[in-house]
Each structure stands twice: as structure tokens, then as C-alpha cells.
């Protein structure tokens, strides 16, 4: 998928930190459509490559909404759009994707940490009422962007943090049926909880890195060759190097953006070998079928990899 320009239609402040940006078609064509849980690839003026989740109304082919925090620990996306994004800005937008689809269900549990809202804000405004309930949480509940959206529907629960404490999770999962989807986007500490609890249906999307075991004996604690079959070139992966710096080495316009396994940018095609997976973009059976792998993190479990590049 081709990387396409958008404008910048506005920029507004949403919450303490967080500013919410409208894209648009320069010439105001239609966007290419979109379903709640998908996001962008931005490109920004200074070429780092970030994500947003789109947070707007799918059935508004007009413009894209994303909302951004301000992360000052960050990686600087964040503070790049805070300092010198505005009206009128051109960025580069590839997508929009879709690793976090709203499956179909009698009963949805929402759970939203922080600016982990922006996927879920419009899951719940497609699903009838009554039909599911949101819990979000956030450090207060100036920081808590979309909260006067939500006030509006019904079965929203916000939980500021400085004057109500954590989110009650053994509450609101206590009880459920055990069929109940449950979409959970926030803090890694917030997903971990989540998922110690919950063994029914659970959806999850990280903005970070999860934290991944260390690799067992079957992975290449030594290093491993890696045959790119398009290029015609074989690389070596020395032990503490990571698969996508050798790629680069050969194939320079590789596209990666997170080098921590969660965005997905790097997903490539194996077509011989076993990968040894670390990410958080794919699921159990999707590892171990073995079909495509994160070159950022990933390794190889035996001696050789072939990768579709």
C-alpha cells in the first residue's frame, strides 16, 4: 500500500495532553473507508513514521480523526505533533489497517486506559445500547480525552484516577458471562491485569511493547542466516543484532516503524524456516502456523530463514 498525502484540517486541544487532529484530502476527494479498531501509518514532516488509531465517525468519508498524547518520555512522534503540527501541515498516511476488528458478540466489555480510548470510542458508538459497557480510566479527569462524547451514552463508566483510584477490574469482570467480548487498550500494566483475570473472548491493542518472555532453547541463541529471496542476497544475523538491521543492509527502504514488535509495519512473508516470534501483532495460531513474522524482534529457531524480501 502506497504511502498518500493528507492535509491537516484542524487541530483542536481534547484533554490535558492530548490534541485531536482532522485529516483531509487536499482536493477533498473521499477517504478510503474505514471499520472501528483500525489506524494510520502518519509519516511526519520530520519522516519518523508513528501510528493512530482512528477515532472518528467511519461513516464520515470526509476526514480522519486521531487523537495524539503528548509522551515527553517518548520517542518524539508525540512532541513532534505537539510542537509543529497545525492546520495546513502535510502528512504521509499509508492505511488505513485493521489488527483490532470489532468482532460480533451478544455483549462487549469496553476497558480504556489513558488515550487508549481513541480504538474503543468508536466501537461503542456503533453497538446499540445495552448492549456493552466502558470503563475508562485515566490520571484525572482533565487528562481524560473524549469524555463529554461519552458522557452521552449510556453504559460509560470514567474513573479518574487522582480522586477515585485504579480502575475495579475484579468488579467490572466478576459475574460476566463468559461469552462477553472484551476489548481492553491502554498501559501495558492495564492489559496484564486484564488478562489475568478474563479467560473468556479478549481483544487486546498495545501502544508499547509487551513484555516478552525470554527465548527457550529451541530459539538461535547463536546467530543465523537469513536467505532474501526477491533480492537474491543472503545475510548473517549475529547473536545480539537484530533481523531488521541486517535487512537493511540490503534492503534499505524496509518498512518498520516501532522496532518493538507491537505496529505491525515490518510484517514479512517467511517462505522457509521457522520464525522465533516476540511481537504483539500476532496471534497464538497465527505463530505458530509461522506463515509471516515481525522483523524487528523476531529470530529465526533454527540455522536459516527465507523471507520474502
Known amino acids: 500500500m502506497s504511502v498518500f498525502q493528507l492535509t491537516v484540517r484542524s487541530v483542536v486541544r481534547e484533554a490535558e495532553g492530548v490534541l485531536g487532529l482532522l485529516l483531509a ?14 489506524h494510520l501509518e502518519v509519516t511526519l514532516p520530520s519522516g519518523a513514521v508513528r501510528h493512530y488509531s482512528l477515532c472518528g465517525d467511519p461513516g464520515d468519508r470526509g476526514a480522519y480523526r486521531l487523537g495524539v498524547l503528548r509522551e515527553p518520555a517518548g520517542r518524539g ?19 488505513p489497517f485493521n489488527r483490532f476488528p470489532l468482532v460480533p458478540a451478544e455483549r462487549y466489555l469496553f476497558v480504556a486506559g489513558g488515550i487508549g480510548i481513541t480504538p474503543l470510542l468508536p466501537m461503542v458508538r456503533s453497538l446499540p445500547p445495552g448492549s456493552w459497557s466502558l470503563l475508562y480510566g485515566g490520571r484525572s479527569l482533565a487528562s481524560m480525552a473524549y469524555r463529554e462524547e461519552l458522557a452521552g451514552l449510556p453504559g460509560v463508566t470514567l474513573v479518574p484516577q487522582d480522586t477515585e483510584g485504579l480502575l475495579d477490574l ?66 548473517r544475523v549475529e547473536p545480539g543484532r537484530s533481523l531488521l538491521d541486517a535487512v537493511r543492509e540490503v534492503v534499505p527502504g524496509v518498512a518498520y516503524s516501532c522496532e518493538e514488535g507491537w ?47
Do not use: N, Q
Open 25 to 38: 484530502d487536499p482536493a477533498g476527494a473521499d477517504l478510503p473507508p474505514w471499520e472501528p479498531g483500525a
Open 77 to 95: 512522534g508525540s512532541e513532534e505533533v505537539h510542537a509543529s503540527v497545525g492546520p495546513g501541515t502535510v502528512l504521509g498516511v499509508r492505511g
Open 170 to 235: 475484579d468488579a467490572a469482570l466478576g459475574g460476566l458471562p463468559p461469552s462477553t467480548a472484551v476489548y481492553c487498550c491502554g498501559p501495558e500494566g492495564l492489559l496484564r491485569a486484564v488478562e489475568e483475570r478474563w479467560e473468556g473472548p479478549l481483544h487486546m491493542e498495545r501502544f508499547g511493547a509487551a513484555v516478552v518472555p525470554a527465548a527457550d532453547s529451541g530459539g538461535s541463541g547463536g546467530g543465523f542466516e537469513v536467505e532474501l529471496r526477491r533480492s537474491g542476497r543472503t545475510v
Open 263 to 309: 505496529c505491525g509495519t515490518c510484517e514479512t512473508k517467511v517462505l522457509a524456516g521457522t520464525p522465533e516470534h516476540h511481537d504483539s501483532v500476532l496471534g497464538e495460531e497465527e505463530k505458530a502456523a509461522g506463515a509471516s513474522m515481525m522483523i524487528c524482534v523476531g529470530r529465526s529457531r533454527g540455522p536459516r530463514l527465507v523471507l520474502d524480501l
